[in-house]
Nanobody
Framework: QVQLVESGGGLVQPGGSLRLSCAAS????????TSWYRQAPGKERDLVATITNPTGSTNYALSVQGRFTISTDNAKNTVYLQMNSLKPEDTAVYYC???????????WGQGTQVTVAS
């Protein structure tokens, strides 16, 4: 069964850090382009960061550049999003998304809530 499961969300104070995890089952990230999206209440789902696992190249939204880092641990078949210097505007549900490199298979995780507040 193909599944993406996110974890690591929670409540953190402004300036704090969190690391989100996205664990895959039923496929391996090695052949996938994996992204983190986020959706705040009343807003659209926005792309935050992408890693192209065959090449390791990464891209980030301007709003998170220099603060967030996306990475893959192939041994654990897990993609991470390290989030530092968090701001209240980072508050959202964060979703993991995977698309097969050069293919059409796509998968979404169920989301994990991140709340940045004092």
């Amino acid at each position: 069964q193909v599944q993406l499961v996110e974890s690591g969300g929670g409540l953190v104070q402004p300036g704090g850090s969190l690391r989100l995890s996205c664990a895959a089952s039923g496929f391996t990230f090695r052949s996938y382009v994996t992204s983190w999206y986020r959706q705040a209440p009343g807003k659209e789902r926005d792309l935050v960061a992408t890693i192209t696992n065959p090449t390791g190249s990464t891209n980030y939204a301007l709003s998170v550049q220099g603060r967030f880092t996306i990475s893959t641990d192939n041994a654990k078949n897990t993609v991470y999003l390290q989030m530092n210097s968090l701001k209240p505007e980072d508050t959202a549900v964060y979703y993991c998304y995977a698309r097969r490199y050069g293919g059409s298979n796509t998968y979404w995780g169920q989301g994990t809530q991140v709340t940045v507040a004092s």
